[in-house]
């Protein structure tokens, strides 16, 4: 039985169904909520098991900002560790990462979803599961090829696009700030076309585990100083997360072929 992981976050806050599953046949079998158990600390599970005939694939989905007390956490205090060791150990055999960005680029504008080709982490916080004996993991290859082919080829035919419009390099930020205008600028010399505060953290980890991992970019707002309404433009959170949230389509597309993959 296939099992893929699906993390979710700012953008995709639960999953209760997939639109379009019923009407290429799926069924919903069952669904079970489980807490696992890790080393550092508890992950809340979402196990949604899919039939269809005799074929069955399982969705384990993780909320990357979930707490102890069924709140949130922001996003600099997130336990990536825990999420990714519960994927694991849930036996998933991908992951999709569904993140919230602020794009640099006009191949990627607010309400288009784009997918990460590579990442950038400048933020000098070490994210690993090796803090005792020295493992080096080789990231050339983090962002894995052939969920890369397949997502990029769903999103650019359903926003009709070329793939190649798609692909983005995602700088990670430390947050919970937004970025300043000035930080923008910088970012986009040094090769940034996307910015958010988690994903890069969990595709080290996913390399660390052997887990295939993409990730899937709502791009949800203008960076800090593109917005067309002025460099000074304010980001508001409940908005950038409202926005996100409402461009899902391309999303359900992506999760909906991977039943079949």
Partial sequence: MRRIGVMGGTGLLALDAIPGSTEAGWSTERVDEVHQETPYGTVP????????????????????HHDATGGTVPPHRIEHRANLRAMADAKVDRVLAVCSVGTLTE????GRVGVAVDGIDLTGVSTTFHDEEAVFTSMANAYDETL???VSSVLAQVQDVTPEDLLVTYWLTQGPHFETPAEIDAIERLGGEVVGMTMPREAKLAAELGLPYAALCISANWAAGRSPEGRRTDLVHEEVSAEAHRRL?????????????
Wanted: aromatic share 4%.
């Fill in 45 to 64: 599970l979402r196990c949604m098991t899919l039939s269809r005939g005799d074929e069955r694939c399982e969705l384990v989905f993780v909320q990357r």
């Fill in 107 to 110: 191949r990627l504008p607010p």
């Fill in 148 to 150: 890369l082919k397949r």
């Fill in 249 to 261: 389509g391309p999303v359900w597309a992506v999760l909906l072929d991977q039943l079949e993959a």
